[in-house]
């Protein structure tokens, strides 16, 4: 093959996921939904047993399955069988996959990406353009949507908790305070690492529930960890040594990033203590991993812009914020294996 016939050939991949890469979601979406990976367990099977086993039309599920095997996800054999392959094994065995894939199926995640336009021309986020109100007001509506959005942080949570465990520096004995701390996996995680911690995790009615059953789970919730319902932007518990933001501050805008970091400092002058912020931070110039890294994070900057009011920001715009909030910026922290993300410290100022 010559370098021309090798340049078109990446040129014309490229443009089919550039064009197409909406439908390649959908698709490993809908057969993971439907639950064809599960039904097809470890040998091939076909189309007229998987069609009565999700419950569908088995021509339409025929022309489904076959876009999915261009994919990569099943491959086809004669006579309309079908047979995983690891990606399509992955769909069944790895619930955090699946859980993005549930999150970004769900049509008003679709919407919100659809306004995507909108949020470059008016500044809003393409989630309040599509739905005119924000995605934490409709969370607290739509149990559908809070359950898929809440189990695909999950997944990223738990990827990301090794390294946020060994990078944070909390004294034995210490009261580690989560603010927003979703099913409280994360402070499970660093209860269960270090026995001399206290916990309080702080979070909306309706993360409450799932966070209870993580930290009974894990045997930290009896006597080590309360779980306080609140709106972290009015108020948190006085009195901890340490009030962690995990992935918090990228969905809101600076001056709500301002008002949250200074109520958690407040709480925090009360014992010396300070704000952790385990967070994704821009570089200021080329990524360090190269392009790849420098597009992921570009990628997530634009989520952020589809489905919240917030971004991702610099370690200069981090600082910015901390200063804005009375709040003297500390260390910077690289969370080993989670390229570009860092725990960041801030102390509050002396009064």
Not at 311 to 327: G, H, I, N, P, Q
Request: hydrophobic residues 45%.
């Amino acid at each position: 093959m010559t370098d021309a016939t090798g340049e078109a050939a990446a040129m014309r991949a490229a443009t089919v996921s550039l064009v197409y890469g909406f439908a390649f979601s959908q698709v490993a979406g809908t057969v993971a939904r439907l639950g064809v990976p599960a039904a097809l367990g470890e040998q091939a099977e076909h189309v007229e047993k998987l069609a009565a086993a999700t419950g569908t039309h088995a021509p339409s599920l025929l022309r489904l399955l076959r876009a999915a095997a261009g994919l990569g996800v099943l491959t086809e054999h004669p006579g309309d069988r079908f047979a995983l392959t690891a990606l399509g094994a992955a769909l069944r065995d790895e619930p955090s996959l699946r859980a993005l894939l549930d999150l970004y199926g769900d049509r008003s995640v679709w919407a919100a990406y659809g306004a995507l336009e909108d949020a470059v021309r008016t500044g809003r986020s393409g989630f309040e353009a599509a739905h005119g109100t924000g995605l934490f007001d409709v969370l607290e509506e739509d149990e559908a949507l809070a359950g898929r959005f809440h189990g695909a942080m999950t997944g990223v949570t738990a990827a990301q908790v090794p390294a946020i465990v060994r990078a944070c520096d909390v004294a034995a004995g210490a009261h580690v305070v989560d603010v927003g701390g979703g099913d409280g996996t994360l402070l499970a995680a660093l209860l269960g690492a270090r026995p001399g911690l206290r916990g309080t995790l702080v979070e909306r009615p309706g993360a409450l529930p799932a966070a209870r059953r993580t930290l009974a789970a894990a045997g930290v919730a009896e006597d080590r960890c309360a779980v306080v319902e609140g709106d972290f932007f009015a108020s948190v518990p006085d009195g901890g040594d340490a009030y962690l933001l995990k992935n918090i501050l990228h969905n809101w805008s600076d001056a709500d990033c301002v008002r949250l970091l200074r109520t958690c400092g407040r709480a925090a002058a009360a014992r010396g203590g300070r704000v952790l912020v385990p967070t994704l931070v821009l570089p200021d110039g080329d990524a360090p991993g190269g392009r790849e890294e420098a597009a992921l994070m570009a990628l997530s900057d634009v989520e952020m812009m589809v489905l919240t009011s917030g971004r991702e920001r610099t370690r200069a715009e981090y600082d910015a914020l901390f200063a804005a909030a009375d709040l003297e910026p500390g260390a910077s922290v690289p969370l080993e294996g989670l390229p570009g993300h860092h725990l960041l410290t801030a102390w509050p100022r002396p009064s």
